[in-house]
């Protein structure tokens, strides 16, 4: 499968700063990546639709504006957290799947904590 | 619409006995069904997926599920625990192609007892 990274593994930041997440396909060309999040012991929601060359589509009730994603490259997408705070709290995983690929492969996932 | 059910948010059982995980789900169409493994602080490894091919599907790890229509379930099983196999585990469904997003159970908390 595969080969999906995420960086940084871990930030902490100050609440109204933004953060970048990076989301790299090592070995695979990806039209598509996911956004994910997952509150502690809890299970995973899909936050966006990562496309490339075009606009992210957003699941109900996530602000685009505050989650901002740019899928510039096949190997690319970044999630930006705009003006940050606590409750923004939470690990944030991609994973990437291909158009003609049944499953998706995950990242390890950014652990972001907002003081 | 899509969703999933894991019955059963913590599941207990002994090294060396049966592991079953329930799963439900709900589609309007055929589905795609997935179960992820999750260790702490880590993202998700892929134990076995179903994609309309054979019902019976063998995973990693020695673990396997079974896609049953009328039962709208896809259970996760193995014949025998092994301590590594302490994780949460999700079921995940897909409706559509590639392109679209999973919808993921609550996940089931699975502890192993020595």
């Known amino acids: 499968g595969a080969v999906v990274s995420q960086h940084p593994s871990r930030v902490i930041c100050k609440s109204g700063t933004s953060v970048k997440i990076e989301c790299r396909s090592l070995d695979f060309q990806a039209t598509t990546m996911f956004w994910y999040r997952q509150f502690p012991k809890q299970s995973l929601m899909l936050m966006a639709t990562?496309?490339?060359?075009?606009?992210?589509?957003?699941e109900q009730g996530v602000e685009k504006d505050k989650f901002l994603i740019n899928h510039a490259s096949l190997t690319l997408s970044t999630l930006t957290v705009t003006s940050a705070h606590p409750e923004d709290s939470s690990f944030y995983i991609c994973?990437?799947?291909?158009?003609?690929?049944?499953?998706?492969?995950f990242g390890p996932g950014t652990r972001l904590t907002v003081t | 619409a899509q969703s999933v059910t894991q019955l059963g948010s913590h599941v207990s059982v002994s090294e060396g006995a049966l592991v079953l995980l329930r799963c439900n789900y709900s589609s309007s169409v055929p589905p795609y069904l997935f179960w992820y493994v999750q260790y702490p602080n880590q993202g998700l490894q892929l134990l076995l997926k179903?994609?309309?091919?054979?019902?019976l599907v063998k995973g990693i790890n020695g673990f396997e599920a079974e896609f049953k229509k009328s039962e709208t379930s896809f259970h996760l099983t193995k014949p025998s625990a092994h301590m590594s196999d302490a994780a949460e585990y999700f079921c995940?469904?897909?409706?559509?192609?590639?392109?679209?997003?999973?919808?993921f159970g609550k996940g089931t908390h699975l502890i192993i007892q020595p």
């Open positions: 990562s496309n490339e060359g075009s606009k992210a589509t957003y």
């Open positions: 995940a469904v897909r409706s559509g192609g590639g392109a679209d997003g999973l919808t």
């Open positions: 994973s990437v799947g291909g158009v003609s690929s049944y499953e998706q492969y």
């Open positions: 179903y994609t309309s091919a054979a019902t």
